[in-house]
């Protein structure tokens, strides 16, 4: 009910509001420019990276810092603790109630970040699947605790290639997910996706920043030596006792816990943090091209062309 409210309520809104949305891989600047938008229009920033929600991970989700968070105003940053069940469900009410709030009296409001799903949550809706019977996940569960994530990627790869190549493969959440609807539904993850969403009574303007891979991959490798030096090593030291939670389980966090339980050296750890932040970038981008309406930009286009673009489609 709460949720069907939120959504009722942005409806009542005519199209001379606009949520301009900021995506694009993991470390190309998205950050920067969201903060200089804000500015410009006025306006205030809603966080769409799923791992910034969590306090206790700062410096391994490259969070805004206390000076970025201060020269414009963010939700969803810092809001929740790794122990919470959060999930893109909620944050889609959520992110539909400030929107609400803040379309009153403004008529531009920025999002940015980096997870896809959260971004579609909000701009596009989520997607409705069917009932499954719940012995199908306990099962993949135990098949993961036996046998490794491997095990279920190929299953996925097998029944669902477009899922396969689209989601979080590494993410043994998302996999389950979309196996258990596989499973459960004789069909594919993938063909329940994009049908039948509540439609939107915003508009939004998509915003894509961009670079080539080499740029890209140079600037997530210098990011991370970067977060060495600002302490994530000490900072992952901290949470080893709740490895197992499900918001632990990602990029930066993982590898180092297979440092500090003395499966790996320091320096293949941060060697597969780089790694595998380079394949969660092209992944993101997999899943950002599928919006042909995005406005793309080079990485280094200067904020004031950007906004000129961005007029006009408000214009």
């Not at 069940?85 to 929107?99: R, S, T």
Request: charged letters at 25%; proline letters at 2%.
């Amino acid at each position: 009910m709460e949720h069907n409210t939120a959504i009722n309520a942005v409806a009542n809104y005519t199209m001379t509001k606009f949520l301009i949305s900021i995506i694009g891989p993991t470390a190309i600047g998205k950050t920067a420019l969201s903060i200089k938008l804000a500015q410009h229009f006025n306006t205030e920033i809603i966080s769409a990276d799923s791992r910034q929600f969590y306090k206790e991970m700062q410096i391994g989700t490259a969070a805004p810092s206390k000076e970025e968070l201060a020269a414009a105003k963010h939700h969803f940053i810092h809001h929740k603790t790794i122990k919470d069940n959060y999930n893109v469900g909620a944050f889609e009410k959520d992110a539909l109630h400030i929107l609400e709030t803040l379309f009153i009296a403004k008529n531009v409001v920025i999002m940015v970040g980096g997870s896809g799903l959260y971004v579609d949550a909000v701009t596009k809706g989520l997607d409705e699947f069917p009932e499954v019977d719940k012995n199908i996940r306990e099962d993949l569960n135990k098949q993961l605790r036996e046998h490794g994530i491997s095990v279920l990627q190929a299953q996925l790869k097998q029944l669902d290639i477009q899922s396969f190549n689209a989601i979080a493969i590494d993410n043994p959440h998302r996999v389950i997910r979309a196996l258990e609807i596989c499973i459960g539904s004789g069909k594919p993850y993938s063909s329940f996706l994009n049908k039948g969403k509540e439609k939107r009574n915003f508009k939004t303007i998509t915003v894509g920043l961009t670079a080539d891979r080499k740029i890209i991959y140079n600037r997530i490798n210098q990011r991370v030596d970067l977060m060495m030096e600002a302490g994530l090593l000490n900072e992952v030291k901290n949470l080893v006792s709740e490895q197992s939670l499900n918001a632990l389980n990602t990029v930066g966090y993982k590898e180092l816990f297979n440092y500090f339980n003395g499966e790996w050296t320091l320096d293949f750890a941060i060697l597969e943090i780089k790694k595998n932040t380079r394949r969660f970038a092209k992944r993101q981008l997999t899943w950002f091209k599928k919006n042909k309406t995005t406005l793309w930009f080079d990485y280094t286009t200067d904020v004031n062309g950007i906004i000129t673009s961005l007029e006009k489609e408000i214009a």
